[in-house]
C-alpha cells in the first residue's frame, strides 16, 4: 500500500516488425523472443499480446524492395499499411500505432532522403507526410514519427487535419539519442546506414537542455504523446521532460537494453524475471506512462 509506482500491463506498448509474405515467423538473431512476422503472424502475435493485457503495438515495417527514396514507405500495400488493416478488422479494441521513418525503406538506410552525405530535411519532411498519411488511410489511431526531422510533427498534424483525420494522435519521438543501443534494432529492421551515422538529426547523449526544446517544439507542433529513447540510459532525461510538460510520456527500452538483459540471462549471470520487473518499474518511476518495450508480453504475463 506504501508503494510509490505501479507497474500495471495497460502502461505496455509492444513493439511488431512486420514483412512480406505469409507465414513467416523469422527470428531476430540479437534479441531472442522477437520475430520478422508477415501480416498474419503479426494478427496472431498482436492477438496474443492483447490476451496477456498489452493493449497497444507499434508496427514497424521491412519492406521486400528498397530504394534511394524510401518509396515503399507510403505505398498502401506494403507490410504496415496491410498489417493495420489487418489487426483493426482481426484484434477489436487494440490500439494500433505506426513508426513513420524512412530508414527502413531507404536502400542507404538513413533517415530521410540524402544529397550526397547530407540529409535534406525538408524534402525528407514531404516523404514523411506521405507515409503517415498512408497509415491513417490504412487506419492507424497513432502515427509515430521517429525520424527526428525538424518541423516533422507540424507537417503531418497538418496534413492529417487537412485530409478528415483530425482524430488520429501523433506519438513524437521527441528526445530520440543517437545511441549504441539501437545495434539490434538494425538487425530486426535491416536498416544500417551504409555510410555515415544519425549524428546529424539525433541528439548528443550528452544534452538534456537540448532534448528539453524538442520536445518543446514538438508539443508546440501537435504532438500528443512525447517520447524519450533510448529508457535507462536517460531515466533524467524522462524525469525532467514528464516535471516540465506533464504531457503523456513514453520511454522506449530499446533494442540493445533489452539484448543485454537477455544475454546476461542466457549466462545466468543475472536474474531475467527480476531484472526485468525492476527495469521497467524504474521506467515509471522515472515519469513514463507509458513504455514500449519487447518485454511486453513476458512482463505482462508475469503481473
Ligand atoms: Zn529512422
Partial sequence: MVRETRLTPDCFIYPLFVVEGEGVRRPVGSMPGVFNLSVDE????????????????????????????????ADSEAPVQAAVRALKREVPGLLVMTDVCLCEYTSHGHCGIVDGEEILNDVTVEHLVQAALSHAVAGADFVAPSDMMDGRVGAIRTALDEHGFQQIGIVSYAAKYCSGFYGPFREA??????????RSHQMDPANVA???REVEIDIAEGADIVMVKPAVPYLDVLTRVKERFGQPTAAYHVSGEYAMIKAAAERGWIDEA???????ISIRRAGADMILT???????RAL
Avoid: C
Avoid at 529492421?189 to 544519425?198: E, H, K, L, V, W
Fill in 42 to 73: 503479426a494478427v496472431n502475435e498482436a492477438r496474443a499480446a492483447k490476451a496477456d493485457g498489452v493493449p497497444a503495438v507499434i508496427l514497424f515495417g521491412i519492406p521486400a524492395a528498397k530504394d534511394p527514396m524510401g518509396s515503399a514507405a
Fill in 189 to 198: 529492421a535491416d536498416s544500417t546506414p551504409q555510410f555515415g551515422d544519425r
Fill in 210 to 212: 537540448e532534448a528539453l
Fill in 274 to 280: 527480476r531484472v526485468m520487473m525492476e527495469t521497467l
Fill in 294 to 300: 519487447y518485454y511486453a508480453r513476458e512482463a505482462a
